[in-house]
């Protein structure tokens, strides 16, 4: 178990029900650190990258899935998910908080990129990982039923496309998740774009 912010690790490790024989938790930069001088090499079966590979630049996105492909097993997985193009917090970004195109700064100094799913798999065959065959386990959610579009927005046409285009997600786990949450006491309506990916770091005749 590894994380950017100390603050984050103490906590885990302050919880008197972690037990360092089971859990290693500690404080890692996966842009610059080698994570193989705290997890052996060839060793993890299964890797979750939760909306953090978005936080990170796109100039180092590739060093940091190498990095994590360095302590996986042959055959171990990679499951992520991360924003996707013209979600609603994208569009909700002013144009002073881009940092370069589909990445942008908050207001607490955090980061955020917005990826589309071939920008996925490009990094992650850079990285020696594939997408992994088979059918979506993590659930397409929104993908069936009418949508009610966003009045308003500039951006339906782009999400419609979208849907159009994810023709990988039918037989394979590299999909978008389209979903439009609503905010019934605010009468707000947020139009969601997730991707969800899970990567498979292939065996030596398979590389």
Not at 129 to 143: N, S
Request: glycine share 6%; proline share 3%; net charge negative.
């Amino acid at each position: 178990c590894c994380d950017f912010s100390p603050r984050a690790i103490s906590i885990i490790k302050e919880d008197k029900a972690d037990d360092e024989q089971r859990v290693n938790a500690f404080t890692c930069d996966l842009t610059s650190d080698d994570l193989t001088q705290n997890v052996p090499p060839n060793s993890v079966d299964v890797v979750t990258l939760i909306f953090c590979l978005s936080a990170i630049h796109p100039s180092k996105m590739v060093q940091v899935l190498a990095n994590i492909a360095a302590v996986m097993k042959e055959g171990g997985k990679v499951i992520m998910r991360d924003y996707g193009r013209y979600d609603q917090s994208q569009i909700k970004f002013g144009k002073g908080k881009m940092i370069e195109e589909n990445f942008y700064a908050r207001q607490d100094g955090t980061r955020a990129y917005f990826f589309k799913l071939d920008e996925i798999r490009s990094i992650a065959e850079q990285a020696g990982l594939a997408i992994a065959p088979g059918q979506p386990l993590l659930g397409r959610d929104d993908q069936s039923g009418e949508r009610e579009k966003d009045k308003g927005s500039d951006h339906n046409e782009e999400r419609e496309k979208m849907r159009v285009d994810d023709k990988e997600g039918e037989s394979t786990s590299l999909y978008y998740i389209l979903r439009r949450v609503q905010n019934r006491k605010l009468n707000l309506d947020m139009y969601r774009v997730w991707v969800s990916a899970m990567l498979e770091k292939p065996g030596a005749a398979e590389q």
